[in-house]
Nanobody, 120 residues
């Protein structure tokens, strides 16, 4: 019943910007933390940014100063503002929600992934 729906990916030129969105749907009581991971072909999935329900954030060193993660608890939505994009940012970006509680059950969920391509 719980789904994470991502949007905002696409093709941009180096130095450009994108804003990713991920909305959780379903009869959700609470979500502990939300974040973004990315995976390039043949590479391991890596954490890009994460944010707790209270607003504490973590960023990968490679994106610090360029990306900003925010969260709207009322809308159950997490955003990733991506500025000064580089070709090495090219990957499939996955939304993650940890501790998604429905009634008395709490589980982790992943979005389907959205492609971000930074290229001329």
């Amino acid at each position: 019943q719980v789904q994470l729906v991502e949007s905002g990916g696409g093709l941009v030129q180096p130095g450009g910007s994108l804003r990713l969105s991920c909305a959780a749907s379903g009869s959700i009581f609470s979500i502990n933390a939300m974040g973004w991971y990315r995976q390039a072909p043949g590479k391991q999935r890596e954490l890009v940014a994460a944010i707790t329900s209270g607003g504490s954030t973590n960023y990968a060193d490679s994106v610090k100063g360029r990306f900003t993660i925010t969260r709207d608890n009322a809308k159950k939505t997490v955003y990733l503002q991506m500025n000064s994009l580089k070709p090495e940012d090219t990957a499939v970006y996955y939304c993650n929600a940890e501790g998604v509680c429905v009634d008395y059950e709490c589980e982790d969920y992943w979005g389907q992934g959205t492609q971000v391509t930074v290229s001329l």
